[in-house]
């Protein structure tokens, strides 16, 4: 499953850390955390089968910093709302970050069933994203395989998430997309000097479900 999982920790550090596992290698999770508070994870280089890292339920102040990523299914907030009564997560800083030939570059993700969860507080700062399927995305509709699909709606609340200075190249048309629950539409979205191109031509922007601001050079055009 994880390579490493930090669960129900405080004050952990992870620095100088290489995980390397086959691209098509499943459920091979390069570092997960949940239910832990005060985790930094500096300097690393992850490739796997699935998310790079992962942050799970009730993660509390987590610091990212100078982490490669790729092959893998990049940086993941989620799966969330597997549960009911579920802990949410908040103040995540994720920082210097290079992706290469991922599934996803920035990603929350959440099943489409109630859930008393949340997402809140989060920075995503100073990435490249070289060839990635989807570089920025919010799924609230997650589910993979398209099997066993709950078909509600989400109840994670997710507001106040920031991209700032995300820049590279995506390898399908769209580049940017909030797919977010209709009953607990994504707020205080901000984009901030994006720079995203697909095939050295412009790539495209997907919302639904969505309310934020743009400030800057947004590239795509913004559909907030």
Not at 26 to 36: A, F, K, R
Not at 170 to 197: H, Q, Y
């Amino acid at each position: 499953m994880f390579h490493i999982a930090i669960n129900g920790c405080q004050n952990v550090q992870i620095q100088g850390v290489k995980i390397i596992a086959a691209g098509d290698s499943p459920n091979t999770d390069g570092i997960h955390v949940q239910l832990s508070t005060n985790v930094e994870i500096f300097n690393s280089s992850i490739k796997t089968g699935d998310d790079c890292i992962s942050i799970g339920p009730g993660t509390k102040n987590l610091w990212i910093e100078q982490v490669t990523c790729g092959p893998g299914h990049g940086i993941s907030i989620g799966s969330l709302a597997k549960d009911l009564e579920e802990d949410g997560v908040q103040n995540v800083t994720v920082k210097k970050t290079i992706f290469s030939g991922t599934q996803n570059g920035l990603r929350i993700k959440s099943w489409a069933r109630p859930s008393s969860g949340f997402v809140q507080g989060v920075r995503f700062i100073d990435s490249v994203m070289r060839n990635v399927q989807n570089p920025i995305v919010i799924d609230q509709n997650y589910c993979p395989h398209n099997k066993n699909c709950p078909g509600q709606v989400s109840g994670i609340k997710i507001k106040d998430i920031t991209y700032e200075n995300i820049r590279g190249t995506s390898s399908t048309p769209i580049a940017i997309k909030f797919d977010c629950s209709p009953k607990n539409p994504c707020t205080e979205i901000s984009l901030r000097n994006v720079n995203l191109t697909y095939l050295d031509k412009d790539a495209q922007s997907f919302c639904c479900n969505v309310m934020g601001k743009v400030f800057d050079l947004v590239r795509p055009n913004s559909c907030l």
